[in-house]
């Protein structure tokens, strides 16, 4: 299988997935969306109220901001994949637990060695404990670390912002970074810039501008 038909055959098994308790409220799984060669992977911790209903990843207000937070940096939602460390809303958006962070992580794991994305940026602290454990994330934000065959940056989630407005400017001068970001893993990489191809569910997508 190709990379597209490998994210596709994740996505299908996520959306009846039993591994852990959270399917047992779940409206829809949210695996994740974007273009299957994408660069840039963004992971979140789960889906919220309105990912559950759309079986779509930040489709509510911190979705909102994250489309600003991207539109900043000169990418559009169609550039880049996003999902969660969690694929299920946890009930009453509480924090996920070791079993179900577990369970998905076979289905992150593969996500990830499908895409072989050049850069993971992770979403709060769930998704950066991921790659980065025992860090505190107020300390290690913006930073960029080659982990393993990639380069991961840790970022606050874009909810954090919308709960603590001293937060804002951190967050919206990482994500400026971004662009300065990918070009330094590119190189260490060995990589050239790929044009990622348009996700279907992108409406009114923008040309690429991270090069």
Not at 11 to 27: D, G, I, M, Q, Y
Not at 120 to 143: C, D, N, P, W, Y
Not at 182 to 206: F, I, T
Request: with cysteine.
């Amino acid at each position: 299988m190709n990379t597209e038909e490998t994210l596709a055959q994740i996505a299908k098994e996520v959306s009846v997935c039993t591994n852990c308790t959270l399917h047992k409220n779940r409206k829809k799984a949210v695996p994740g969306e974007g273009p299957a060669n994408a660069e840039i992977m963004f992971i979140g911790e789960g889906p919220g109220f309105h990912e559950n209903e759309q079986g779509r990843p930040f489709v509510g207000a911190a979705g909102k901001f994250l489309d600003q937070l991207l539109a900043q940096a000169g990418v559009t939602r169609g550039d880049v994949f996003i999902t969660n460390v969690v694929k299920c809303r946890p009930p009453e958006n509480r924090d996920p637990q070791a079993d179900e962070l577990a369970s998905c992580d076979l289905y992150l794991e593969r996500q990830i060695e499908a895409m072989n994305p050049s850069i993971i940026v992770t979403l709060g602290r769930f998704s950066m404990g991921k790659f980065m454990k025992g860090a505190k994330i107020s300390q290690v934000h913006g930073e960029m670390r080659k982990i393993g065959e990639r380069y991961v940056i840790a970022m606050f989630h874009p909810a954090a912002a919308l709960h603590q407005a001293a937060l804002k400017p951190a967050i919206l001068a990482d994500f400026a970074k971004l662009p300065e970001l990918l070009n330094e893993a590119r190189k260490g990489l060995g990589r050239s810039a790929k044009k990622a191809k348009k996700n279907e569910v992108q409406e009114d997508p923008k040309q690429l501008n991270l090069f």
